[in-house]
């Protein structure tokens, strides 16, 4: 059974860091694309971004670029999201996802962690 | 960037009853829309991958259809737990892009 639990959420303030993992199990976790993606409180769904099974691909929204970092760690078998320069938009609920090996769909989804920016 | 326009924002309908929702892209996303349901305090599940797919364990009611920009999810029959939103994707094109929602409540 494929299981993914994000960690790391909490309260930050705006232009602070924070680093956010997502430890996987149940799955052959080197061979699979992982992604993030983030529920701003009562909105829809936004993909943050996508690195693929040897870390050597990342892809991110533009609104993330040059503040956001994903790696992995496949000998731990967990994803992780390093945020900084934190903005109060940022604030939401940040799900990790699977998406197999051949970049598929989002298939299975984290229970999220929850981000908040504010002073 | 693909935009996902989903239509309605709201439907209404009762069990037993047959929904249609609507995910039109701003351009052709050669079929390799999604279909997730999120029901509250949950994280979304796949209904649907490649337009008309469904993933595994998802009943035969949902289906899906469309291809270039028009995508259709349906489901024949509405039972109580179906009522949730749906939100289609695109993964045609970086960045991936999610529809703003269709949200399905009880009449």
């Known amino acids: 059974e494929v299981l993914l639990l994000e960690s790391g959420g909490g309260l930050v303030q705006p232009g602070g860091s924070l680093r956010l993992s997502c430890a996987a199990s149940g799955f052959t976790f080197s061979s699979y694309v992982m992604n993030w993606l983030r529920q701003a409180p009562g909105k829809g769904l936004e993909w943050v971004s996508t690195?693929?099974?040897?870390?050597?691909?990342?892809h991110y929204v533009d609104s993330v670029k040059g503040r956001f970092t994903v790696s992995r760690d496949n000998s731990k078998n967990t994803l992780y999201l390093q945020m900084n320069s934190l903005r109060a938009e940022d604030t939401a609920l940040y799900y990790c996802?699977?998406?197999?090996?051949?970049?598929?769909?989002?298939?299975?989804w984290g229970q999220g962690t929850m981000v908040t920016v504010s002073s | 960037e693909i935009l996902l326009t989903q239509s309605p924002a709201t439907l209404s309908l009762s069990p037993g009853e047959r929904a249609t929702l609507s995910c039109r892209a701003s351009q052709s996303v050669s079929s390799t829309l999604v279909w997730y349901q999120q029901k509250p305090g949950q994280a979304p599940r796949l209904l649907i991958y490649?337009?008309?797919n469904r993933a595994t364990g998802i009943p035969a009611r949902f289906s899906g259809s469309g291809s270039g920009t028009d995508y259709t999810l349906t489901i024949s029959s509405l039972e109580p737990d179906d009522f949730a939103v749906y939100y289609c994707q695109q993964r045609s094109n970086w960045p991936i892009t999610f529809g703003q929602g269709t949200r399905l409540e009880i009449k």
């Open positions: 490649d337009a008309s």
């Open positions: 690195i693929s099974g040897s870390g050597g691909t990342t």
């Open positions: 996802a699977e998406r197999g090996t051949n970049w598929g769909p989002f298939n299975m």
